[in-house]
């Protein structure tokens, strides 16, 4: 909560050059990095559709109408699958914010083997001709990790469904560019900056209302400002989220990237710096029904660069690159944006007349967040979390690619939100305030199209009683780009 | 995996006998020391290679077609060797919905494909959704089975995407997305389980076809049972009540020998989702299949699709582990571990053979499958219901300790003792194809299933507090149905069923459901 006294500050100096709206929001369409989102009109053509190197794969674009009435169709996406080994029984397919089991536990001792074909993606790229300065566009993707989690073993990995994973529309303009619906946050600047969902790592979508405007876009440095109303992270604080970001990029200074496991791209050097503030008003701490509510307010503030360390001219260079990633977040009720909640999780009410059954706690907002103290206080829990990742492009022909990432999270609050003692002591078992993720990968390009990778992923927890558990993740996957 | 595939090759006679002992040679080398290999095969391999027809597009020419209809590895396969070949332009030609990018071998393919459905469903019980998949039958003593049902449905409509990119070297990728709007929901209303249905993959896969072998990585119709060899013509959604019917994601291995001779011989193994995570092994599967190019027949898989295909009969296994948790209350302490298996011999017989796809009229296809196996319910659309037992509470606790299950419901069961046992399923099915002359446009399909459960009554006690599960469990399974399509266009398919289903409950009760369907089809 300390923390929350210098948030207000970072973020109205992050408003006030945005041009002091308020909760502004930082955010990039995705352009550079996202191959199909953002590209439509604002952003240039991937260097895929060049079709000069071995790389090169023409879109699959379908145009009706002539000249500038042309109306203009993508299909991009790409089919994945997955083989995954863990050590413990404590993740899904996806490892999300779950934790791994205590050593203390079954399922600590025993592994778990995954099939798993939800990362297949599929999108659509419209845009439209040109309305005056107005170029419109629009972009709908989704993928397969839509179940909901009580469904059979074999529903969840062999019938899975649908889910939005962006959905915008764009209003590209010499101006202000005005993107409407959902995709990643601005809060990190995240598609950018590797937007892969590791843990401990900054990765959000949220349904929006962006403006943004990038200055001297075609010259040597250029410098975007946005900022953003977001869906509010509890529908019940009536407060939208506010974002606001700056972005620098040193256009002579490329170098070559894959976002997640995608396209590979060539993009600038990069910096940028953003915030985000956002409201909570939780039911009081009481037994039902409810008669008020707490506020607090929630903070974060990102700092994310890309490194282009051996340059790239354009994207098909790829022989001999390599690039660096580092992202530093700091914040308070963040959770559901670091991919790390540390398991928290309301405690019980307190039931000093016995009563059965025993009141329970309505609660009106996301796990993770916010907690109560013992004296029915709210607080939001602070994270601090950090990234650095490399990716290499091996020479000659750069069709072989060796990665790694280490992430760290940690809380500085949490084990002084969960007592010691008391009825509520089980909870230390359960809640953890540090997690570290550390990978390596090697992937190869079959074809322009097909993709195959091994990769192994240890990830370790600190539960507030001290116990230490960690997983090991060996994979292997095959993806088909389109 | 070469070497288990040449061996395989090597092989001319092929009886039940020694296919059993290739099942079991391929699981040992495929698997590496006899755990779980698994036979599977993509559905593609023939046409693929051989460029014959079979798969090819169900209508008329073009290459691209869908997966589904056919094999389901095939689409793709399709496009690159163009299959058709069916002579001139047939009444049912429709061209494949194709965007094609870039120049000659350089070329990008997306073939859109599929077909709106909508289904009309009166059953004379309240035991089904739209589906009927494993339920069971209601039993005559309670209000579900003496009151009817009426379904509106159009969540059978299918959307499909296959790809197709340029051969590097000798490697020609392919790729397929398929889904229709079966996507689970959870509780919800009947007004959004019918009105508004979720879209969920039924094939996403990546194919690389190589002179050597084919490598299909992602999720199809399993290998066991060479499934989209020989399906069915019904209106009813596939899996039919006791059908071996599944799709997982998988890794599979196969080459199809001679592929253009007269006899071609498909070998094919592959490691299959685990069916139980927590065992941390792969479902193991390998088949072997014959097919006599000369000799083709028409079959529509499930209700749309109508291809010519050629003579085949397959004999698959797979195998597959189990690691329970203990039963006894939280928190688990261990686990008890079984090993299911399964045996499949699956035929597609043209009676009265055809020539090409358009060659419709008067002709008759015979298709049947005998499935033997343990911890296999999932795959054959059965289960009979069978749950977990309650844990004992003899001290009375508040609330009552519950098993802590890792597993799905239906695969294996604890005996009295606390005793893990996989539950046995024999089940067959047989069904004709006939297509009436002098068009071929009018369709008359009928098919018979039956599973039965051998272990199934000696696992559930006709005693103790377990007793109310043999009035919830059923042991064996019948379903008949009798099939009408009408192809209005090329595109355009109508069609009338009746359906009978009959399950006899461990305690005797024995009640059935007929059920009438009317259904329209929109295929692209």
Redesign the interface.
């Known amino acids: 909560m300390s923390g929350a006294r210098k948030a207000p500050a970072l973020i109205a100096a992050a408003l006030v050059l945005v041009g002091g709206g308020r909760f502004a929001q930082g955010d990039e369409p995705t352009a550079p990095t996202v191959s199909l989102p953002v590209s439509s009109p604002a952003v240039p053509a991937p260097a895929e559709e060049t ?1 000069a190197a071995w790389f090169a ?6 145009t009706v109408g002539e000249g500038p009435a042309a109306y203009k169709l993508r ?1 991009f996406g790409f ?3 997955d ?1 995954y ?1 863990d050590s413990t ?1 404590s993740y899904d397919d996806s490892m999300g914010t779950a934790l791994v089991a205590r050593t203390d ?3 600590n001792q ?8 939800r990362s ?1 993606r ?1 999108g659509l790229g419209f845009d439209a001709p040109v309305a005056g300065s107005v170029a419109p566009s629009a972009v709908i993707e989704g993928d ?1 990790a ?3 989690p ?6 969840y ?6 889910r939005v994973r962006h959905a915008y529309i764009k209003l590209a303009n010499p101006y202000v560019d005005v993107l409407m619906g959902q995709t990643f946050d601005v809060f990190g600047w995240q598609s950018y900056f590797d937007p892969s969902g590791l843990r401990n790592q900054l990765f959000s979508r949220n349904t929006q209302l962006r403006l943004s405007h990038e200055f001297n876009a075609t010259g040597r440095v250029t410098v975007e400002l946005a900022a953003s109303a977001v869906r509010p992270v509890q529908r019940d604080s009536g407060v939208p989220d506010g974002s606001a970001g700056l972005r620098v990029s040193f256009n002579d200074w490329q170098g070559i990237r894959t976002p997640g496991n995608e396209r590979i791209v060539a993009m600038p050097l990069t910096l940028g710096v953003s915030g985000i503030v956002r409201q909570f008003r939780a039911n009081a701490y009481t037994p039902p029904p409810i008669q008020n509510s707490n506020s607090v307010m929630g903070w974060g503030v990102s700092l994310d660069g890309f490194l282009p360390i051996i340059p790239a001219s354009n994207f098909t260079d790829r022989g001999n690159r390599l690039a660096l990633m580092v992202s530093y977040v700091k914040g308070s009720g963040i959770g559901d944006l670091i991919s790390m909640t540390g398991g928290a999780q309301f405690p019980t009410l307190s039931n000093p007349a016995l009563a059965y059954p025993p009141p329970l706690y309505e609660a009106n907002v996301d796990n993770g967040l916010v907690t109560f103290d013992t004296k029915g206080l709210l607080h939001t829990i602070d994270w601090t979390a950090f990234r650095i990742g490399f990716q290499y492009y091996l020479p000659y022909t750069g069709r072989w690619i060796v990665s790694a990432n280490y992430t760290q999270a940690h809380s500085g609050n949490i084990a002084m939100l969960y007592p010691r003692e008391g009825a509520e002591v089980d909870l230390r078992t359960h809640i953890a305030d540090t997690a570290r993720y550390a990978d390596a990968k090697l992937t190869f390009d ?5 993709r195959v990778g091994v990769a192994g992923q240890y990830t370790k927890i600190l539960y507030l009683d001290g116990d230490g558990p960690h997983n090991v993740r060996v994979s292997a996957s ?3 780009l ?1 | 995996m070469m070497h288990t595939m040449s061996t395989m090759k090597d092989r001319s006679k092929f009886d039940a006998t020694v296919a059993l002992a290739l099942i079991a040679a391929g699981f040992v080398l495929l698997v590496g020391g006899g755990r779980f290999a698994r036979a599977d095969e993509p559905a593609a391999a023939v046409s693929a290679d051989s460029g014959a027809p079979t798969e090819v597009a169900p209508v008329t020419a073009p290459p691209s077609p869908p997966p589904p209809l056919v094999p389901a590895t095939q689409a793709p396969m399709e496009s690159v060797a163009p299959i058709v070949a069916s002579a001139a332009p047939s009444w049912f030609a429709r061209p494949a919905l194709t965007l094609a990018v870039g120049e000659g071998n350089k070329k990008f393919k997306l073939t859109l494909y599929g077909f709106a459905e909508v289904d009309y469903i009166f059953d004379t019980t309240q035991s089904y959704g739209d589906s009927m998949g494993p339920s069971i039958v209601a039993r005559t003593d309670t209000h579900a089975g003496n009151s009817s049902r009426s379904q509106f449905s159009m969540r059978n409509s299918r959307l499909g995407f296959a790809f197709e990119s340029p051969v590097m070297g000798s490697v020609r990728p392919t790729a397929v997305l398929e889904g229709d709007f079966f996507g689970y929901q959870r509780a919800t209303s009947e007004g959004t389980f019918f009105n508004s249905p979720t879209y969920r993959v039924r094939h996403a896969y990546v194919r690389l076809q190589t002179p050597y072998i084919d490598f299909l990585m992602g999720q199809s119709y399993d290998l066991f049972g060479w499934q989209n060899y020989s399906y069915p013509c019904t209106l009813e959604f596939l899996g039919l009540p006791n059908q071996l019917f599944s799709r997982n994601p998988q890794l599979r291995l196969s080459h199809l020998f001679n592929a253009g001779g007269v006899l071609g011989v498909d070998v094919a193994a592959s490691a299959g989702r685990p069916v139980q995570r927590d065992s941390q092994v792969p479902d193991g599967s390998a088949g072997l299949r014959l097919v006599l190019n000369n000799w083709k027949g028409i079959t529509t898989p499930g209700n749309v699709g109508t291809v010519a295909q050629p003579a085949s009969i397959g004999v698959s296994g797979i195998v597959r582990e189990f690691r329970v948790n203990a039963f006894a209350p939280p928190p688990v302490r261990n686990s008890n571990s079984a090993t299911g298996w399964g045996m499949s011999v699956d035929a597609f017989l043209p009676v009265i053979p055809a020539a090409h796809d358009g060659d419709r009229s008067n002709r008759l296809t015979f298709t049947a499958s005998f499935v033997k196996g343990a911890g296999i319910a999932d795959l054959i659309t059965s289960g009979g219901n069978a749950k977990f037992p309650t844990l004992p509470n003899p001290a009375q606790a508040t609330p009552a300790p519950a098993y802590e299950a890792n597993l799905d419901p239906g695969l294996v069961t604890f005996d009295a003792n606390g005793i893990v046992h996989i539950i046995n399923w024999t089940a067959f099915r047989a069904g004709l194809q006939y297509y009436l002359p002098p068009t071929g446009r009018l369709i008359f399909a009928a098919n018979f299933t039956q599973a039965h459960s051998d272990n199934m009554s000696k696992l559930y006690l006709a005693g103790g507090s377990r007793i109310e599960l043999l009035s919830t469990t059923v042991d064996t399974s019948r379903y008949v149905d009798a099939n009408l399509l009408w192809d209005a266009t090329p595109a355009l398919r109508l069609g009338l069923s009746g359906q009978y289903t009959e399950v006899e409950y461990l305690d005797g009760n024995k009640p059935h459901n007929i059920r009438m369907m009317g259904q329209s089809v929109y295929q692209f």
């Open positions: 079709g794969r023409p879109r699959l674009a379908l299909f089919l994945e699958a083989y080994f029984r536990t079954y399922p025993v592994g778990r083997t995954q099939f798993s074909l297949t599929l397969f839509g179940d909901p009580d469904s059979t073993e074999k529903v990995f062999a019938s899975p469904v649908f079959v074809t322009p199209v097909v095959t993806l088909y389109f």
